[in-house]
């Protein structure tokens, strides 16, 4: 009697001990690529990170970031490092001209936005620090999102991460669900086995 159990048991053992492999090639190769810092934290889906910077409560430091494209979206964001429950930012756009493009006041560590490039040129990211602590932030911006190169680089943190991950985490939930068939199979061919015995 081929026993379906075991083999499908088998199958699963096999897929979890794949994904477990391919998280575990992949986790320390992208930590030391990243200087140590979080392999997945959001600086990896943006094309241009800004250096770390202080900003004392009540003050503000301004960010600039020159555009290369126009009539495309630039998407932005802000990375609270040391964020706190009670952090509060306020942060508004502009041009060297003055001409204004939003302004936001958010309370996330971490939150990403985006507008259309009217044209090549400069912006500034005004950023005040409303909290009470002091914060440390990064800036954080890709033009044309949708072909960035953090997305479509091979060689990109995020497909030498993220993408590896996300298929060890489906080969884990595929696994668990195969063994947990196997399982169920093997508990009813014993069943069925032990009930024919009985009329032996």
């Known amino acids: 009697m081929i026993k379906r159990g075991p083999i499908v048991m088998i199958v699963g053992a096999v897929l979890i001990i794949a994904a477990f492999v391919i998280a575990y090639s992949v986790m320390p190769t992208t930590s030391s690529d990243m200087g140590g810092n979080f392999f997945l934290g959001p600086e990896n889906l943006f094309d241009s990170v800004t250096e770390k910077q202080r900003i004392e409560p009540g003050t503000t430091f301004t960010f600039s970031h020159t ?8 998407m932005w964001g802000l990375h609270i490092f040391d964020y706190k429950p009670d952090d509060k930012v306020s942060i508004a756009i502009s041009n060297i001209f ?29 950023v005040e620090n ?31 991460s993220i993408v590896p991950l996300a298929i060890a985490g489906l080969l884990l939930i595929i696994g668990i669900i195969v063994l947990v068939a196997g399982i169920i199979l093997s508990v009813v061919d014993w069943k069925k086995g032990k009930n024919q015995s009985r009329y032996i």
């Open 67 to 74: 555009t290369g494209t126009s009539q495309v979206p630039l």
């Open 130 to 160: 409303k909290g009470k602590n002091p914060i440390t932030i990064t800036m954080m911006f890709s033009e044309n999102p949708e072909k960035s190169k953090a997305l479509t680089d091979p060689n990109s943190a995020f497909n030498k």
């Open 98 to 126: 003055g001409d204004k493009f939003g302004s936001f006041d958010e309370g996330d560590s971490i939150f990403i936005k985006s507008f259309m490039i009217p044209k090549v040129d400069t912006y500034s990211f005004n």
